[in-house]
């Protein structure tokens, strides 16, 4: 068990030890740098800084929202508003970007395991998030109707007050997708 | 222990180090691992998305095997071998209950009946009074997958006790390439190989169909080796649905110079506002969502043989509601037999589904057989037609929730509703009809006249021919939940009206055998 370079201090052991540890550094730092390198050209080649973007085509990266998109451009919304306009929330940078990551984390989990219901639905908090952006652009337009729904009270500008805009409407931004 | 409490302190730092090492090391490395099978996973959805087919073989119009279309397109090979493992109809109208409900009949269990769908005469005895005299009572079973369309007509009572002209052959084969043979043996011109859409192409198709349809079953059916294949229904070039049944192309030209509105089908309506030089013509004019459907009413349709040619026909003339027909048949005065109780002659109503379906307000809204018959899949990031033709209820989420957001069980039990509905009126319908067989039977044996049974005949005709429409047509109504119920009333009122004629000419008779079911 005796080894000459545990039992002193002698600056050649210490040289070799330095070396040895180097070297440690070293093969770790490839190691780092490879799996920092395949993160990268993964996400590169996903095109993963698109999902950063307000760019519709981002939504059909994948294919699987063909149809709702091409239902978009043939709809009287198509004109004013995008993706991201209804189905992210704009109340503040932090909300839209947890939303943004919370989406992006469902549906690339969903699409690798392939294990998503098909057709496709609006999860209920989503719902909300598209129904807050209806009221954030009609506002004006809808007030009697959402100060009826609220009792008759006073309701605030972004409130829906409960109502559900897009059970009636909901050709309005996905129109026919054949 | 000892050994460990033995070691220096730069002995276990150096072994420490090394443990940092190993495990940063297969951290990393696993993490990069991920990394490429994640990029594998995106390269796979990324090539899927721009290959939908692959050809292998070589197509043409003599490729009869599906297997060799199969190779340039395996899911959609794979979704047509499994129409033989089709899931039974949520509702099967012979006895109205769900599978798991049913009665046990028996069927299956007989020597006889081995290997063979259930039996619809045991488990509705009213259809051999309805259809006593003709073929129908002998041997009428529940529909299977296309996968069994060629070997239940050969296996057929029907077939086997009744000489059957090859004109059957039309629907239950893949009969294109036969045709065409047949045509090309008695004088058509060019060969096998000319597209089938030219004017060679045509010809033999045309002089084979009507060689063929004389023939007797056997012969016929000698000439043929699959079910419906790919063929049939694509064209092997360019692999757009194409009509390929003559029947068909009459019919429907037909029914385009008719004056009945055809909202539904808008290639009509618009051939209707040109100057009609040329006859309409489904493969020239009709959009992809109509041959989506039409392709589909090539088979799933009302016909008869039309004279000694045996030219297989569609009614269309005046258009495809279940009176129109019905008044075409009156017009030419015909009659699939004359019933063995009453003497009636009356008619026999043969899987109506595209006529039901374009009353009902999924054909007019543009929705397709295939959007829920053949609904569209995905594997990965491909997607593809399901070429397993079955029953929508197996696959609610694909062909229904496709438009309505609604739960499953909220779809299904829509259904239910609508085909219960249906049930419970047919049955009535069809107690009626039984019981205006009999007492036209009875006022026979009683000595009752032709003439004096005339009027009650030609209201057992119209109510026999409503109930048996529904009866026939393979959906419980769904397809034209409303248009049905109309049908199944008129077919009661009609059998009640025969009842009451019977009930003025006997009386007395009739009081003692009338509404007796037997």
């Known amino acids: 068990m005796a080894e000459p370079e545990s039992t002193s201090q002698q600056p050649a052991t210490r040289r070799a030890r330095v070396a040895r540890a180097s070297l ?26 698109s999902y950063l973007s ?55 989990k969903g699409f690798t395991f392939q294990d998503f219901h098909e057709p496709i639905r609006l999860t209920p908090y989503s719902r909300e998030v598209v129904i807050g952006n209806c009221v954030r652009c009609h506002d004006a337009m809808t007030q009697e109707i959402r100060l009826a729904a609220h009792g008759n009270t006073p309701v605030a500008h972004d409130d829906p007050a409960g109502l559900d805009c897009i059970h009636c409407h909901a050709g309005v931004a996905h129109g026919p997708t054949r | 222990m000892t050994l460990n409490r033995s070691r220096r302190p730069g002995q276990r730092l150096a072994f420490s180090r090394v443990a940092v090492f190993a495990v940063a090391a297969i951290a990393f490395g696993a993490g990069t691992v991920v990394a490429m099978m994640l990029y594998e996973n995106i390269r796979t959805r990324k090539e899927e998305s721009r290959h939908t087919a692959v050809r292998i073989a070589a197509i043409d119009e003599t490729t009869i095997d599906p297997a060799e279309w199969g190779k340039n397109f395996p899911r959609q090979y794979d979704g047509y071998k499994r129409t033989a493992d089709n899931a039974k109809a949520r509702f099967r109208w012979s006895d109205g209950r769900p599978p798991e409900d049913a009665l046990h009949t028996g069927a299956g269990e007989s020597k006889a009946d081995e290997g063979k769908a259930e039996s619809k005469l045991e488990s509705n005895p009213r259809l051999k009074t309805m259809f006593k005299g003709y073929a129908f009572a002998i041997d009428y079973r529940e529909r299977r997958g296309h996968a069994f369309m060629l070997d239940d007509q050969r296996d057929t009572e029907r077939v086997k006790q009744r000489p059957q002209p090859g004109a059957c052959l039309n629907c239950h084969a893949s009969n294109v390439v036969a045709y ?109 969502q109509e041959m989506r459907s039409l392709s589909c009413a090539q088979c799933h349709v009302e016909y008869y043989f039309k004279g000694d040619q045996k030219r297989l026909t569609f009614p269309w003339l005046r258009g495809l509601k279940m009176e129109q027909m019905e008044a075409y048949y009156d017009e030419v005065d015909w009659a699939d037999w004359t019933h063995a109780d009453s003497g009636t002659r009356v008619l026999k109503a043969q899987h109506p589904e595209f006529e039901l379906w374009s009353q009902g307000i999924h054909a007019r809204s543009g929705v ?51 085909q219960s509905r249906t049930k419970a009126h047919l049955d009535r319908a069809e107690i009626a009809v039984v019981e205006l067989i009999l007492a036209i039977r009875d006022a026979r044996e009683a000595g009752a006249t032709d003439a004096e049974l005339q009027s009650a005949r030609a209201l057992h005709r119209k109510a026999q021919w409503r109930a048996d429409f529904i009866n026939a047509e393979n959906s419980m109504g769904f397809h034209a939940p409303a248009e049905s119920l109309r049908i199944i009333g008129e077919a009661i009122d009609y059998a009640r009206q025969g009842i009451a004629e019977v009930a003025k000419l006997r009386p007395k008779q009739v009081a003692a055998s009338g509404g007796r079911e037997g």
């Open chain 1, 24 to 49: 440690a550094v070293a093969v770790l730092g490839a190691l780092v740098g490879s799996f920092a390198a395949a993160v990268g050209y993964t996400a590169h080649y996903a095109s993963a800084t």
């Open chain 1, 54 to 108: 307000d760019d519709p085509t981002a939504c059909v990266n994948c294919h699987i929202m063909n149809e709702q998109y091409d239902g978009w451009r043939k709809s009287s919304h198509h004109a004013r508003a995008t993706c991201n306009d209804c189905h992210v929330p704009h109340d503040s940078f932090l909300h839209k970007y947890y939303v943004k990551a919370e989406h992006g984390y469902r549906h690339s």
């Open chain 2, 180 to 288: 065409r043979e047949a045509g090309l043996e008695h004088g058509a011109a060019g060969a096998l190989s000319d597209p089938l859409h030219s004017e060679t192409g045509l010809e033999q198709l045309f002089a084979g169909w009507e060689h063929v349809n004389q023939l007797s079953y056997a012969d016929a059916t000698a000439l043929v080796s699959h079910p419906v294949t790919c063929l049939d229904c694509h064209d092997p070039d360019s692999m757009r649905l194409r009509i390929t049944r003559p029947a068909f192309m009459e019919g429907i030209a037909a029914l385009a110079a008719s004056n009945e509105p055809l909202p539904h089908l808008p290639s009509i309506e618009k051939w209707r506002r040109g100057n009609r030089a040329t006859p309409y013509d489904a493969n020239e004019l009709a959009g992809r």
């Open chain 2, 368 to 418: 397709s057989c295939a959007d829920c018959h053949m609904p569209y899949m995905r594997e990965g990031a491909m997607k593809f037609t399901d070429h397993q033709v079955q029953t929508p209820m197996a696959h609610v989420n694909l062909s229904c929730q496709t438009c309505h957001n609604y739960t499953e069980s909220e779809i299904q039990s829509r259904v239910d509703q609508i």
